[in-house]
């Protein structure tokens, strides 16, 4: 049973789901982080060692690896052979071959360093390179979460892709309608209502599929006025989305 | 005061829109509709007349126009100089000429006949060709909802833009997203937390602003990688709104 952790990165992340396992008292050893002040103000919050130097990076049961993708097999070089997991959705288990033990912890889940995570409601997906570590990781991730998956890299790259869509995308989507409409002097509050009609309608299966609006009614007419209304990028984006909704792909 | 009211159309709109008013004491004096089966429904519902046939379509203080934008001149063609509104977003006013009082009343919400809109919440657009005209809309308007704003049409049209992709465009992405997760026989369940999180974000304006994901931090690598793993439109899309999220337009 794995009850001692180190942090390695102290970003929303590492800031979250150490908390997470703080609360569910499972020992934080040691927070690092390349800038010291970061270290140190996490170390705080979770009472725990702190170092921002890689050699100094002291693991017992279970290093976190929780910094960007691109620097994870560059600091996975540096750091002695105790089992180790990274937390991306996108990164393959592979990049962390020379550790006896490795696996990832991803949790489905847009973090805030500064707001706190309910992490029982979020999906973790868990990979291992071993039966037997799954099994440790496991039952590490379900002290914190109710919804443990086991799911294969290829998978979990799909898991992100899809969790990119729904949040990014969609996030994006939404800040365009609101430059939108701030172009006319209109306020973005106008448009809560069928936002929060079109969030509902999302969270059902029945409801998702009842496509409504120009493209799914083939209303060639009204798809070109707004096209043309449109400038940019968000043109682009208005004709690809309406013609794959059109398609039914 | 407007009091009565005729509607031409049984669909979404003519439905929930007459039901709204049925309950704020206006008198629903007849409903139209080509099909005879669908006029009857309706009727019944509000307790009025019912026609299929254009010549006989009566209206006694105002007649709603709830039908597909291309219909909207063709019916107007046929029906008496009385006074006269359409409902739609992207069609302009003008369309409505030939009578002497005329205008638009835009309810900004995807409507279903078989489910209860709460119209007090739900933001209308109004507009008429004279001032008198535009007040006694208001007053009518203001009966069933709590959110009655004057907007000329180009002004509707760009409100009708953000409307669509708040809720026709954010709906075709989760689905795309479901789909992808379907492929991976995996289920759409594991979304809900992270599209939970997401609409909780865009209600506020401050985090609606907060962007996160691989194209903000401009992870190429990662976004490659997205890339190669999809097909078709989707490839296209996730490539396009990656580049609009970089470029922050």
């Known amino acids: ?35 010291v002040k970061n270290a140190k103000k996490l170390s705080k919050k979770l009472k725990c060692k702190f170092t921002n ?3 100094e990076i002291e693991i017992k049961e279970l290093g976190i690896i929780c910094i960007k993708d691109d620097y994870i097999s560059k600091i996975a070089d540096k750091i002695p052979n105790k089992p180790i997991v990274h937390t991306s959705g996108s990164t393959n288990i592979n990049t962390l071959n020379k550790f006896k033990k490795h696996g990832v912890i991803y949790p489905i889940q847009t973090l805030n360093k500064n707001k706190k995570a309910n992490f029982t409601k ?15 990781l496991n039952v590490l991730c379900k002290k914190i979460s109710n919804n443990v998956i086991n799911v294969k890299s290829n998978k979990r790259l799909n898991i992100h892709i899809a969790a990119v869509m729904c949040n990014n995308f969609t996030n994006q989507i939404i800040n365009r309608a609101e ?5 006319q002097n209109l306020s973005f509050e106008i448009l809560l209502p069928i936002i929060d009609e079109t969030f509902k309608k999302i969270q059902n299966p029945k409801t998702r599929l009842q496509k409504t609006g ?22 682009k984006i208005y004709n690809i989305i309406s013609k794959q909704i059109m398609s039914d792909e």
């Open 1 to 35: 049973m794995i009850n001692n952790v180190t942090l390695i990165g102290s970003g929303n992340l590492a800031t979250q789901i150490g908390i997470a396992f703080k609360q569910s008292k499972i020992t934080i050893n040691q927070v690092y982080s390349k800038d």
């Open 53 to 55: 130097k890689i050699k």
């Open 122 to 136: 979020i999906p973790i997906c868990v990979e291992a390179n071993t039966k037997l570590f799954e099994k440790e």
């Open 179 to 183: 430059h939108i409409l701030k172009k």
């Open 214 to 235: 120009p493209a799914i009614r083939k209303d060639y007419k009204i798809i070109k006025k707004h096209i043309e209304e449109l400038e940019g990028l968000d043109k």
